[in-house]
């Protein structure tokens, strides 16, 4: 027999606290396994993204990263706590295009190409050496925009991308808004 | 009355809150979930179902019971302090708490072990533990075994409410990162959280229909007993269900049973009410309170924070050794580990949920799936329910193979050299007495010395009869196997002394009239009354 005393109110009311607590983390364990209800974005994955080893949750965190303003703010929270090289937004706003990013221990310039008159080269220099050179380039642009490059490698402190001139990260890197951080 | 307006004003805003079932908003199953579903490497869970993600649960909804409801956050404060003095960089937080695959202890502990000395050292103290630290006016010290749930509270934390947070709750943690710091500074911290968390809970748990249920049950108790005291036993579960209007969630028995457990296990926790009350304040007296439930099997199984042995023995380690077959083993148990003691405590309220739990699922299910009336007029007659009796020889038999199981695991962790250490703290601090009583179904008795040799020989040939996996001569010399049958040892333990506790409780009952055949038939005549009509066609 389970028998309790039922001293006052108080007591009653605790214990419909209680009651309500545990049922309550019931139907999360019970749900959680259960629902159709999608899994949110979860902190690890946006860091794992920074890092530029999102794998298979990539999309994922594009998506995210453009429908939420928070996680944005989050995603460029933890590029700056991350990334080895970053390039804030230009001091003047510029009327015409802006060739070059300056950056501390690092520039991004953009330079035309002679072959191919249609394509562009967005070089890469770090002025600074680092024992971990950068894999990946995240370009976070005004209100929703955001894009990220995988750099290849660099050779004395320099890399080069060759990109459509009117790629989006062409449009980007010239625009005064867009940080860059280099991870 | 204003409050409820609120909280249905806002639960409408949550975009997936009319998808959840629950008093929990989709908001916050979904925000669960990113956590529970998140693998490691090697597709297992990131972090453990238990303890890990039923402790985060139990911390969200305010279940924990303990002195103070946010004590977690006090305690992921210090371990934030304690990081900022051993890897002072600006991305050492964030490379500890998301930088992992596999949330386990060992994995915090080798990560706080590799620190290379670059902080401020001389108020940390690392051990094979934990990790502490001290201030100008106390200290505090953080067990590997709970780094897990913090990591795991850490991430919910900064995600909680599609990252609303996370700003607010990075400035918090930042400013604790300093060589200055005192206790003070990080209970104020935890309350700057705790009032986040009390915000998050109100946004989106629905507490109304909670209250509305424990206001049924409570209401029918009372009126039963007559004086200041309530008697939760089985006839007030099965006359409760009898008598509800069939709406609602008490139309189903089991949902009945389970709110009952439910309701004991809150009067079980009256000596915890202070928790509520005092939940605002966090830090004082918390030493004193502090629970642990790190990833030692043994911490698992105590009264009041019941977890199925049975689980354990599916995740991990354990997982890879088959000591009991799905259907014919693991099946007619999983109620009675699921509910553990409770379930003893409702004895003959959980012999009818076994009998008659599966009929009820059954014409649900045949009703959902549009089976036919044929098929739902068969079961209501009950006729194909499980005998009592019956039930309970099944479990007497699974309860012969746990003893044999137990054997067989004796043998493998009393093979390895300097081996008795392990077995003691799996054993209750006396393998051979608990193996012996293990082997005759007696109390704890005393075996001497003598009779060890006997013991290990029988375990030894128990263990070369099983032929399953994980049964394999090899396993003795392999770790991960060995530390499977650590952990299953455990749980084994652990399920024979509930077997035993609800056999002989049910031997009980058998043995005082009515009996539990005569039981049986009176109680299929009640369920099948109730079925038809629940579910049978008008006369």
Redesign the interface.
Known sequence: ???????DDK??D????????????????????N??????????????FA?GTAGPNGAKVEAALRA?A??R??FQ??L???SEYHVPRAMAAASDDIAVRDGVDCKISIQPSQAAPDQVYVIVELTRASSRLPKVMHLMGAGNVYHRAELPEFHDGIAQLIVESTSEIITLIQHPDTEVYLK | MLIALDLDLTLMDDPVAMISRSGASGTLIAEFRALSDATAMDGAPKYAPKPVMHGLARFITSASGGPNKDSELFELCHLIAILGRLAPGPDARAEFFLGFSKAAASVFRASIHGYDGAGDLEAITVDEVGVGVRYGDGEFAVRYGRIPLLAALYEFLIASDGFAHYQDINDVFDGLGGGDGNVRQIQDAANALSSIMRQYRRKHIERAKYYEKFNAIFTFLRARSGDNQIHVDDEAVLDFWVSSNGAGDFRVYKTVFEGFIEFIKTFDMGGRTDAIEHSAVIGTDFEAHEVEPDDQSGDIFALGDWQSPLAVLLQGAAADIKFLKKESEQKPIEALMQYGPYAERLAMAFLRLESFGPIQAGITNDLQVKRGRASVENRITCKDAFEYRQKVRDLENILDHVKQLQKAAYHVLTSQPGAENNVVSLFGGAPETSFQAARNNDALAEVDASAMAEIGAEAEAVFRKIVRKGFEESVLESEDRIEGFRVGAGALVAMESLLVRYIKTATALDNAPPDLAERFASDRATFAARFQTLYGEPQ
């Open positions: 027999m389970n028998s309790y005393t039922i001293t007591q009653i605790t214990a419909r606290e209680i009651f309500s607590d545990l049922n309550a983390m019931n139907d999360v364990l019970v749900e959680a396994a629902t159709g209800i999608e899994a949110a974005l979860a902190p690890a994955e946006l860091y794992a890092l939420s928070p996680i703010a989050a929270d933890l700056a706590r991350v």
